[in-house]
């Protein structure tokens, strides 16, 4: 007799399944670890490292012992979690602040609400942000990027966005500090400091558009977040650029180009809808700058996703997709 199945999402009916889809994220993140390494050398290398092999192993642990199910950790999401938790967090971050991390990612945000598909948060922004907030010292300390074979002008240094915020809270002007941030090409490439993740926006940008090409995500996030970002700091920028940054600063630096690409996406923690995915998008991008510009931190993207994370049900509730066999209008 055959059985009705409910399981919970992602529910993707198409050729690919989860698994395929997982690892095919965990090829695109490639670029980034590449470019991570490269300015960051080893120590990017092993924290990358450590964060994957921990929020393996508190799976396959919390599934087998106490949720008493068949691990499944060969399906790629941990790797995943593992691997953009290392992304948000600078390449000092002490390894056991980094395990912890991890382990507040799987066991809390991810395996407390029954595993792959019901989690209601992004597992590795829910650990960056418990990590941000109880170690915010070590999370804040951002050593200088170096190519292999070079040594640093200073072993650390502040962030572009965080130049700006701190220089604009004590009444500089944007063009003043805009000499002492990267260029816009450093942006771009990833001569720049900051976490793992988020030094190269041509590494992200790459990695985004082979999943584009792959159809593991729309362009409907992404977009509608980088775009709403771009328009409302150009209108800021417009009305005043002695106390606002433009937007194609707002768009290279930080986490915006990780977040819009790779978190924001999570099939499981974002609308199901294209019409809800865009209104996820735009309270993504609003938000962010919302945090940037008048919130207390200098880098608004993570708490932007989890905000909208929570609001995902009502999206999905709001834009229903059309029952077979009905009338779209």
């Known amino acids: 007799m055959d059985k009705l199945v409910i399981s919970g999402s992602p529910h993707v009916h198409a050729e690919q399944d989860v ?36 929020c393996l192993v508190f799976e396959f642990l919390i599934q087998k012992f106490l949720l008493k199910q068949e691990p499944t950790i060969t399906d790629g999401s941990a790797v995943i979690t593992g691997i953009l938790l290392a992304f948000n967090v600078p390449s000092s971050l002490p390894l056991w602040q980094l395990i912890i991390g991890s382990l507040v990612a799987i066991g809390i945000a991810k395996m407390a609400y029954g595993g792959l598909g019901k989690n209601p948060f992004n597992p590795a922004l829910v650990g960056r942000v418990f990590l941000l907030i109880s170690f ?36 500089d002007t944007v ?24 030094i190269s926006a041509l590494a992200l940008i790459l990695g985004g558009l082979y999943m584009l090409v ?32 433009d937007p194609v600063f707002h768009l290279l630096a930080g986490g915006l180009m990780l977040g819009a690409i790779f978190m924001a996406t999570d099939m499981v923690t974002s609308p199901m809808t294209y019409k809800g995915m865009l209104v996820f998008g735009i309270g993504c991008g609003l938000l962010t700058v919302l945090i940037r510009v008048w919130g207390a931190y200098p880098e608004g993207v993570s708490f932007a996703i989890l905000i909208m994370n929570a609001i995902t049900p009502l999206l999905n509730n709001w834009f229903k997709p059309a029952q077979f066999g009905e009338e779209v209008k």
Not at 37 to 52: E, H, K, R
Not at 221 to 229: M, R, W, Y
């Open 19 to 54: 698994k395929s889809i997982m690892w095919g994220v965990v090829i695109a993140l490639i670029p980034a670890l590449l470019v991570s390494v490269y300015y960051f050398g080893i120590p990017a290398l092993v924290l990358t490292s450590v964060a994957v092999l921990s």
């Open 136 to 171: 915010p010292v070590d999370m804040t300390t951002w050593p200088t990027p170096a190519p292999l074979g070079t040594v640093p002008d200073a072993i650390t240094g502040p962030t572009a966005l965080g130049v700006l915020k701190e220089g604009l809270m004590k009444g």
């Open 175 to 198: 063009t003043h500090l805009m000499k002492n941030v990267p260029t816009y090409q450093d942006l771009f490439i990833g001569s720049i400091g900051g976490s793992l993740g988020e």
């Open 214 to 245: 792959r159809r593991i995500i729309t362009w409907h996030i992404p977009v509608s977040f980088i775009a709403t970002v771009f328009v409302f700091t150009a209108i800021l920028w417009q009305a005043n650029p002695e106390k606002y940054a």
